[in-house]
């Protein structure tokens, strides 16, 4: 396999962008570099789709290595054959490389070996050629009858060579790949309900007595019918209708008319049920489980991605509000930089409901710190403190807002070593009520210190293969990140470890020398940083961003290998470094347009593409791509589940897209689910295909549950309101 040339054609790029693209993965850039710096050399594809591209690259090549094993293998045993190579070479998955080795791969001791060990593979060969059509298969045996090496008589020795034939048969790699066709295009995987007394049984009652086509089975069941497998609920099993799969087995080795046919025919039978169906079922259920995962994760990159990236609630005072009962709610004012101002514990929830004692020391710390809004954690006690600071803000006529965001993964941090050197004055509790505080005011910098599996998008996470997950959610970070640009002089060592180029202990070289020195004045002074050479600079100077330094451009994405060429373009239409300072380059994109692009480009040395994304950086320096996304809900009421009705028209904020829908936040502390059926009037593939987690969106109440803590909602226009779905 041309492997290039697969890239090339499978993701649809030009020969020369494509060998490009491999080239920079090899020669060790990371993807962000790529994506943004490196565009008139990969035609302008995004960082998403080079991870895909560097993904597939990685598998292309893995499937060469195991070609090159298992010809190597099959060589040195003295089998190999102009039909095995050519088999090889055009397979295109490791299932059929494996297939092709099958026959040749070391086995331990198996009923075939030991006939083999006995001399039966010529009666064997005898059976198969079914060219016998006078006396017996019996009297055919009787030459291999010896009791000294374990063959006692003509039955023995016949079912010797017909365990030869049922392995033979099971190794056929072509068999197997028609066979694997009609189980994924007709099998059908079922379950049945083992444990039905005990409690956790309810969880899967809708699998109790389940069957649904292997084609059509959706991924999120798939997750569902492994997980009560693996809890001992449930027994799932795929299959398809055995006679026609023997009859299929049956075409390429039985032939009519020999007395040896009948032992033929058994042994097709047997080695179908015996050895071919219980490893294609295998294969079956692992090919649904990767596909399913593959989706899952794919979910936890669609719903962390925006939730990462969504707006930050800039220079606002802000009050952590982390809800509990028993113990108190944990609240700490932060500035508008994140610098803690001030902490304390109040009771206004169950069972102390000390209101008005809470309500005058809140309000104490509202006047004295001019706090502008509240960010309220939305676990346990939410509801009740959410009533509470609704009622609490109404003091302030508008002037003070309130905000719910999600705390996941806010104990984890605040009992990290982490949050342990970031506030060592400060127990774990009110840690949380810092990290609630500061999600609002900067999500991206505040979530990037937690382990994104605690972060709570997505479905089964603790399902997924730990290292894949973790591989993506990585890139996710990573992406997001350099998409924003990190602040040199502020940021933390976690945020500085997911700069491309950086790891954790770059990181904390960088930290150890802005301590050591002061703040960074230019970018080029990161080459002092030990460790940090000039690869790991070329790859992060462009994603770090220095305020009021020595150059305006290292407070842009301008990479510094730009910096000349963007001098040249300045002087070439008359601007001047106060111009870029005083933001007076208005008139650039069409001075440059009425020149040319390509001409401009030309006589500064860049690309266009380049070009265009230098200007942009130009006309905003220390722009925040998060700032042209829409802004978070900020509330000053609340309602109750009791106060809903069918048809109430609300607005709410997507918390998490799944499979099926999307749970879609209305103010009412249990979050409703849109189901993919009530996303729009038009069809929808998917879900994350029109919503994402943090979007704004216009619902009306389908149905409410009080009892079961369950509401359902619409988006549709022409929707069955208060109809069951």
């Known amino acids: 396999m041309d492997v290039l040339k697969q890239i090339t054609e499978e993701f649809k790029l030009k020969d020369e962008h494509a060998k490009n693209i491999v080239s920079l993965l090899d020669d060790g850039n990371t993807i962000p570099f790529i994506a943004r710096y490196r565009k008139e050399m990969t035609g302008h594809i995004d960082d998403q789709v080079l991870r895909e591209l560097s993904d597939r690259l990685n598998y292309l090549r893995n499937i060469e290595k195991r070609k090159a094993e298992v010809t190597a293998s099959i060589t040195e045993q003295g089998k190999m054959t102009d039909e095995i190579a050519a088999a090889l070479d055009g397979a295109t998955t490791l299932t059929e490389v494996e297939d092709i080795y099958r026959p040749y791969k070391q086995k331990k001791k198996t009923r075939a070996t030991i006939a083999v060990a006995k001399g039966l593979e010529p009666l064997a060969d005898i059976l198969i050629a079914q060219n016998v059509t006078e006396g017996s298969a019996e009297e055919l045996a009787r030459p291999f009858v010896n009791e000294e090496i374990g063959v006692k008589n003509e039955k023995e020795a016949l079912a010797g060579a017909q365990d030869i034939l049922a392995e033979r048969i099971s190794d056929d790699a072509e068999l197997r790949k028609k066979l694997r066709r009609i189980y994924l295009k007709n099998g059908e995987i079922s379950s049945k309900l083992q444990k039905s007394e005990e409690d956790g049984a309810k969880t899967y009652e809708m699998y109790a007595d389940y069957a649904e086509p292997v084609s059509q089975i959706k991924s999120h069941r798939v997750l569902a019918l492994n997980r009560g497998e693996d809890e001992g609920y449930l027994k799932v099993k795929v299959s398809i209708d055995d006679e026609f799969a023997v009859r299929v087995c049956e075409v390429g080795y039985v032939k009519e008319g020999s007395v040896t046919t009948p032992c033929v025919r058994a042994a097709v039978a047997d080695g179908y ?46 009050m952590g509000f982390d809800p509990a009962y028993r113990t108190g709610c944990k609240i700490a004012v932060v500035d508008g930089t994140g610098k803690v101002l001030d902490t304390t514990v109040v009771y206004p929830t169950p069972p102390q409901n000390k209101k008005e004692e809470a309500r005058k020391v809140l309000g104490k710390m509202i006047e004295k710190y001019g706090v502008d809004v509240i960010s309220i954690g939305n676990g346990t006690a939410s509801k009740e403190s959410e009533i509470f600071v609704s009622d609490l803000v109404k003091d302030y006529g508008g002037k003070v807002t309130y905000a719910v965001v999600s705390e996941a993964g806010a104990s984890v941090y605040s009992g990290s070593p982490l949050a342990a ?30 382990d994104p599996k605690a972060i709570g998008v997505g479905q089964y996470q603790h399902d997924m293969p730990a290292a894949r997950l973790d591989a993506v959610l990585d890139g996710v970070l990573e992406d997001c990140v350099n998409s924003v640009g990190v602040d040199l002089n502020t940021a933390s060592p976690s945020l500085l470890s997911h700069v491309a180029g950086l790891n954790a ?198 149905t409410v549950d009080p009892k079961k803590n369950r509401i359902g909602l619409t988006m549709r226009k022409n929707g069955n309101v208060g109809k069951n779905h």
């Open 421 to 450: 050197k970031e506030f060592p004055q400060y127990d774990l509790t009110l840690r949380s009520a810092i990290s609630i505080a500061r999600r609002l005011q900067d999500p991206l910098a505040e979530l990037i210190k937690i």
């Open 273 to 318: 049920k015996r050895l071919i169906q219980p490893s294609i079922e295998r294969e079956i259920r692992n090919a649904l489980t990767e596909d399913a995962q593959e989706q899952a994760i794919k979910m936890f990159d669609v719903n962390l991605r925006p939730l990462l990236m969504q707006p930050p609630v800039k220079d606002k005072v802000t």
């Open 505 to 702: 202990s770059i990181a904390g070289n960088v930290i150890a020398y802005r301590e050591e020195n002061g703040k960074f004045r230019r970018r080029k002074d990161l080459l002092k940083v030990p460790k940090l050479g000039a690869k790991a600079y070329e790859q992060c100077a462009g994603f770090l961003r220095i305020r009021d330094g020595e150059n305006i451009l290292d407070n842009t994405a301008v990479h510094p290998e730009s910096y000349a060429a963007t001098e040249k373009l300045l002087a070439l239409f008359g601007y001047t470094d106060e111009d870029v300072k005083e933001r007076k380059l208005s008139g650039l994109p069409e001075k440059i347009k009425k020149f040319g692009e390509a001409k401009a480009a030309e006589e500064c040395g860049l690309g266009v593409p380049t070009m265009n994304d230098v200007v942009t950086e130009l006309l905003k320096p220390g722009r925040d791509v998060r700032d042209s996304l829409p802004k978070p809900e900020l509330r000053s009421d609340i309602m109750d589940i009791n106060d809903l009705k069918v048809g109430m028209e609300l607005t709410g904020t997507v918390r998490n897209v799944i499979d099926f829908g999307a749970f879609v936040d209305i103010g009412v502390h249990q979050d409703g689910l849109v189901h993919i059926s009530e996303i729009s009037d038009g069809y929808v593939r998917h879900p994350s295909d029109v919503l994402k987690v943090g979007q704004t969106v216009k619902v009306r109440v389908l």
